[in-house]
T-cell receptor
């Protein structure tokens, strides 16, 4: 059965800390892995990863994929209160996406 | 370019009632997917429509149904509501050709509370 597992489920950090969010997957015919950020509304796209070992970066956020070990990590450096959100990992298979349960990140001032 | 629009945004129903939720995808997108989001369960796939045809369905009971119109707008219906149906229902659109690899574009969701 295809599945995506994220850890930790929740995380509370202070501003300025660095966090690492984990996503492991078991999905048939893997093609890509996507990260989304969800505040109190629609999930918004962060990254799409298709190749192992290539880091995607956007400001303080970066992500990398390991296709051999079937996982991805999302790093956030110098966290800010605006980073507080649920971070979702998703892997498409066929005509649907499999989502993890998400990591709820809270950044305390 | 307008994003994905879902209506209504919030609604309260009682057990046994039915509900219809609507989703208008991004212009040009022909695929609409529906997901149920609950705390602890994450996003669970309900179904996906492409060109008015249901292409895939998740593991939900038959009380959950949907359809897509010729303009790609989609509706989902839940009949005989149960307390456990309380959730955020998210609609997502994509171009939809072939197997999914790229980004889904989400609406802001319809939050359903069943009392």
């Amino acid at each position: 059965e295809d599945k995506v597992v994220q850890s930790p489920l929740s995380l509370v950090v202070h501003e300025g800390d660095t966090v690492t969010l984990n996503c492991s997957y078991e999905v048939t015919n893997f093609r890509s892995l996507l990260w989304y950020k969800q505040e109190k509304k629609a999930p918004t796209f962060l990254f799409m990863l298709t190749s192992s070992g290539i880091e995607k970066k956007s400001g303080r956020l970066s992500s990398i994929l390991d296709k051999k070990e079937l996982f991805s990590i999302l790093n956030i450096t110098a966290t800010q209160t605006g980073d507080s959100a649920i971070y979702l990992c998703a892997v498409p298979s066929g005509r649907q996406f499999y989502f993890g349960t998400g990591t709820s990140l809270t950044v305390i001032p | 370019k307008a994003g994905v629009t879902q209506t209504p945004r919030y609604l309260i129903k009682t057990r046994g009632q039915q509900v219809t939720l609507s989703c208008s995808p991004i212009s040009g997108h022909r695929s609409v997917s529906w997901y149920q989001q609950t705390p602890g369960q994450g996003l669970q796939f309900l179904f996906e429509y492409f060109s008015e045809t249901q292409r895939n369905k998740g593991n939900f009971p038959g009380r959950f149904s949907g359809r897509q119109f010729s303009n790609s707008r989609s509706e989902m219906n839940v009949s005989t509501l149960e307390l456990g149906d309380s959730a955020l229902y998210l609609c997502a659109s994509s171009l939809g050709a072939g197997r999914f690899t790229g980004e889904l574009f989400f609406g802001e969701g319809s939050r359903l509370t069943v009392l």
